[in-house]
T-cell receptor, first 111, second 115 residues
Framework: AQSVTQLDSQVPVFEEAPVELRCNYSSSVSVYLFWYVQYPNQGLQLLLKYLSGSTLVKGINGFEAEFNKSQTSFHLRKPSVHISDTAEYFCAVSWNNDMRFGAGTRLTVKP | DADVTQTPRNRITKTGKRIMLECSQTKGHDRMYWYRQDPGLGLRLIYYSFDVKDINKGEISDGYSVSRQAQAKFSLSLESAIPNQTALYFC??????????????FGPGTRLLVL
């Protein structure tokens, strides 16, 4: 069965520092990969997705992620974070007619 | 106006009561989903529907039922609520897989407390 592991439940960083949120997945079939963001008291919004093609995917708000098939990873990065990036981030894997989410990583950006 | 709406946004109920959560969408999508979110567990799929006549169980369907009244409406029912169904519930929609429409669009969520 397919599964998603987000390696860090909480990531505190200072404003303007770089950040990486880690995601590993397990799958025996081809999958699509997603990162979603959830701001307080809101639903999830798509940050970026990997369907095929270039392994470096750029999303909204300056985020990007790299698909690494050999390491089955899809880590999310941003070179310089802002206070407004404070939120919970979810990695998800989709195949056939199903989708699985990771447990989430809470990113807290401190001034 | 929001593309995916959920009602109610907050609900408190008692053990044993029947409760219905409603979801409507204006995106014209065929596929709709119900998830629950619990701290430390991420989102787990309860039920999903690919069209009005197609309903499928997800990862954690026990204790829940759904109704797809129309393409735009998908309701989730708890026939006899229990405290461990206290959670944040999300509805989502998506287009047809394989046509670049795999992205799921989420509603704002319904916070349910079962006493």
């Amino acid at each position: 069965a397919q599964s998603v592991t987000q390696l860090d439940s909480q990531v505190p960083v200072f404003e303007e520092a770089p950040v990486e949120l880690r995601c590993n997945y397990s799958s025996s079939v081809s999958v699509y990969l997603f990162w979603y963001v959830q701001y307080p008291n809101q639903g999830l919004q798509l940050l970026l997705k990997y369907l095929s093609g270039s392994t470096l995917v750029k999303g909204i708000n300056g985020f990007e992620a790299e698909f690494n098939k050999s390491q089955t990873s899809f880590h999310l990065r941003k070179p310089s974070v802002h206070i407004s990036d404070t939120a919970e981030y979810f990695c998800a894997v989709s195949w056939n007619n199903d989708m699985r989410f990771g447990a989430g990583t809470r990113l807290t950006v401190k001034p | 106006d929001a593309d995916v709406t959920q009602t109610p946004r907050n609900r408190i109920t008692k053990t044993g009561k029947r409760i219905m959560l409603e979801c409507s969408q204006t995106k014209g999508h065929d596929r709709m989903y119900w998830y629950r979110q619990d701290p430390g567990l991420g989102l787990r799929l309860i039920y999903y529907s690919f069209d009005v006549k197609d309903i499928n169980k997800g990862e954690i369907s026990d204790g829940y039922s759904v109704s797809r009244q129309a393409q735009a409406k998908f309701s989730l029912s708890l026939e006899s609520a229990i405290p461990n169904q206290t959670a944040l519930y999300f509805c989502a929609t998506s287009g047809v897989r394989g046509k670049g429409q795999e992205t799921q669009y989420f509603g704002p969520g319904t916070r349910l407390l079962v006493l």
